[in-house]
């Protein structure tokens, strides 16, 4: 069974523009979660989405927004991009039940300049 | 809040040797505790996890140890390999909340 896939792998983008990266989970896996990591705050959740509705947000600005589809492929936005946003963002997938483990995919490398 | 704290940041060991990393949580909910190992250049990958209604659990070389009344949870490498030298992370999840806290990572280095 394929693992999460994650697109881009790298990113190079300028403060104030937006940004698209996308999680296509694993093959039945209805759950999608997202998380920063970065080496001074470590893994950070942003959010989680289950059959196209959001069911938990962690503590980020607005300017960061997800949307899952039909086919639990998920998307997060970051918007007006600031030096800070540069950091690894990983999806993680799972079948979406209480208590299933998450399984990550490798990460967009985010770098703002 | 919800925290999860992990000691050491760094740990080296011998080949052969044993590694043990700890991880408390603050959310007395917190009922399944997962442990990922992450490789340059990868994202996290599942080694091992426990939930809250038992203690320990072993897979071959790796073990982990929960106890609840101490909010605190342990992982416990034996007969460490070059192979094992990665980030280690702990995280607590609870029901309900779709989420997972991880702890700030231990570096782990194998010498061989």
């Known amino acids: 069974k394929a693992g999460v896939t994650q697109t881009p792998r790298y990113l190079i983008k300028t403060r104030g523009q937006q940004v698209t990266l996308s999680c296509s989970p694993i093959s039945g896996h209805r759950s999608v979660s997202w998380y920063q990591q970065t080496p001074g705050q470590g893994l950070q959740f942003l959010f989680e989405?289950?059959?196209?509705?959001?069911?938990n947000k962690g503590n980020f600005p607005g300017r960061f927004s997800g949307r899952q589809f039909s086919n639990s492929r998920s998307e997060m936005n970051v918007s007006t991009l600031e030096l800070g946003d540069s950091a690894l963002y990983l999806c993680a997938s799972s079948l979406g039940f209480i208590g299933e483990t998450q399984y990550f995919g490798p990460g967009t490398r985010l770098l703002v300049l | 809040g919800e925290n999860v704290e992990q000691h050491p940041s760094t740990l080296s060991v011998q080949e052969g040797d044993s590694a043990v990393i700890k991880c408390t949580y603050s959310?007395?909910?917190?009922?399944?505790f997962p442990w990922y190992k992450q490789e340059l250049g990868k994202g996290p990958q599942l080694i091992i996890d426990i939930r809250s209604n038992v203690g320990e659990k072993k897979d071959q070389r790796i073990a982990v140890t929960l106890n609840k009344t101490a909010k605190h949870f342990s992982l416990h490498i034996t007969e460490t390999q070059p192979e094992d030298s990665a980030v280690y992370f702990c995280a607590a999840s609870r029901t309900g909340t779709y989420k997972y806290i991880f702890g700030t990572g231990t570096r782990l280095k194998v010498l061989a």
């Open positions: 989405y289950f059959s196209e509705t959001q069911r």
């Open positions: 959310d007395s909910a917190s009922n399944y």
